[in-house]
């Protein structure tokens, strides 16, 4: 019996298929170590394959692809609702076999090696200054603990750090000093490693005409036109702004029934990143608005109807929008025509 799709349940070590013929007959149900996966697959003919959206997921796909399956991608949440009933290998691996033929089912556009990669820079890049913001606490908690403070910002990072270096200063006890001038090494470290990650970004984004597109929007700079332009390499994969936002989870998540439509927070679904730096980014752009506000007539009457944090994220779901029609349709942020 010819296998025709097979549910392919990934893992670290161990691997669990489940393969049905072409009159829905389970044909196949077993385990495979890592190193088994790519020998199995290349005796079989070609077939549908279905995995969940997960770590490692992509690697996987471009792998199969090359063996000439066809492999589709799926969110794991919305696999679950094809599990029978107990959560295990088996079950998951027979619920992905099954939610793969669905014709409604949504499906996750396989990544490339190279936009895996220019991703990685933003997720290090992020690690590495939530590991300096640790540092910095640190510092600033061991010091005030003798009665040194210093005001916030990067000059007063500066203050202390001198403080540490200076040997005559009496202040610091000789075992605080040897401590603290590791963690102040370690931050100088972690600064240079972050200032080589966002050259690398920087110039990422000089030789990508989508990116430099992206960054005339307001609130949207080269962090955020270029962690865009490496998630979303095909916009025809959304309907329509809306449905971009969406997927970003820069929407209301909906509990509605019987015809009455109740609205709550946003969904926070789909990419956290990219929603966390189109918020930042629309953060900023109020603030700049309070200042100036001629220069931002529709924020500024959002302003005074709506609390701040809820005209933020309209803004970045508006954003959100603006950049999806600069991907599928082209040309550059125009301001005075949106503001018309």
């Known amino acids: 019996m010819q296998v025709t799709t097979i549910g392919l349940d990934i893992a670290k070590n161990v691997f669990q298929v489940h393969g049905i013929d072409g009159n829905e007959k389970v044909v196949i149900r077993k385990q495979l170590r890592r190193g088994q996966v790519m020998r199995f697959?290349?005796?079989?003919?070609p077939c549908l394959v279905g995995l969940e959206a997960c770590a490692t997921a992509h690697y996987w796909a471009r792998e199969l692809t090359k063996l000439g399956h066809e492999v589709r991608l799926m969110p794991a949440r919305d696999v679950k609702a094809y599990v029978k009933r107990n959560k295990n290998d088996a079950a998951d691996a027979e619920a992905i076999c099954e939610a793969v033929r669905r014709p409604t089912m949504r499906f996750v556009r396989v990544k490339s090696a190279e936009q895996q990669a220019q991703l990685m820079q933003h997720r290090a890049r992020d690690l590495?200054?939530?590991?300096?913001?640790?540092l910095i606490n640190a510092m600033r908690a061991h010091m005030a603990e003798?009665?040194?403070t210093a005001p916030q910002?990067?000059?007063?990072i500066k203050q202390l750090v001198a403080i540490i270096a200076n040997d005559e200063d009496g202040r610091?006890?000789?075992d605080a000093r040897a401590s603290l001038i590791v963690l102040a090494a370690q931050l100088e470290a972690m600064q240079t490693m972050i200032g080589s990650i966002e050259r690398r970004i920087v110039a990422r984004h000089r030789s990508s005409p989508d990116s430099r597109r992206l960054?005339?929007?307001?609130g949207v700079g080269v962090i955020g036109a270029t962690a865009i332009a490496a998630t979303v390499t095909d916009p025809a994969a959304f309907r329509s702004g809306r449905d971009f936002a969406a997927w970003i989870g820069l929407v209301p998540r909906q509990d509605s029934t019987g015809g009455k439509p109740r609205l709550g927070p946003i969904s926070k679904q789909g990419d956290r990143y990219l929603?966390?730096?189109l918020v930042v980014g629309a953060v900023s752009m109020l603030r700049r608005a309070k200042l100036n506000p001629e220069r931002y007539p529709w924020v500024t009457r959002l302003l005074a109807r709506r609390p701040f944090k809820v005209v933020a994220i309209a803004l970045a779901n508006k954003m959100a929008r603006v950049a999806w029609a600069l991907l599928a349709k082209g040309g550059t942020y125009r301001p005075?025509?949106?503001a018309a």
């Open 41 to 45: 697959f290349e005796e079989l003919p």
């Open 128 to 134: 590495l200054m939530r590991q300096r913001t640790q």
């Open 146 to 148: 003798l009665g040194i």
């Open 153 to 156: 910002g990067r000059e007063g």
């Open 172 to 174: 610091l006890p000789v």
């Open 215 to 218: 960054q005339t929007i307001p």
């Open 275 to 277: 929603r966390r730096i």
């Open 336 to 338: 005075r025509l949106a």
